[in-house]
């Protein structure tokens, strides 16, 4: 089993900077992918960055030049780092592995963009 325990949501202004933390424990295989989905409100969950064990990425166009992913192998961790925040990225996002054949969600975040 693997669990997933993110931090680092919150409110901050139109423009700011939020960094999102996911710590990963358990059996965890070096072989996998970390992601980060969001869900707004009355909408699908979507994929906004992925990043694997090897440390290649892929981002949403919606996040691509203003979001980071990134990891610590060692520590099991994967952030994302949010600069240039619009309100359109308030959500709630949750941390993912995937390591075959089985895919862990975390509890989510709450990231909210208003002034």
């Known amino acids: 089993q693997v669990q997933l325990a993110e931090s680092g949501g919150g409110l901050v202004q139109p423009g700011g900077s939020l960094r999102l933390s996911c710590a990963a424990s358990?059996?965890?295989?070096?072989?996998?992918?970390m992601s980060w989905y969001r869900q707004a409100p009355g909408k699908e969950r979507e994929l906004a960055a992925t990043i694997t064990s090897g440390g290649s990425t892929d981002y949403a166009d919606s996040v691509k030049g203003r979001f980071t992913i990134s990891r610590d192998n060692a520590k099991n961790t994967v952030y994302l780092q949010m600069d240039s925040l619009k309100p359109e990225d308030t959500a709630v996002y949750y941390c993912?592995?995937?390591?075959?054949?089985?895919?862990?969600w975390g509890q989510g975040t709450q990231v909210t963009v208003s002034s």
């Open positions: 358990g059996r965890i295989f070096s072989n996998n992918a």
């Open positions: 993912s592995l995937s390591q075959s054949p089985e895919l862990y």
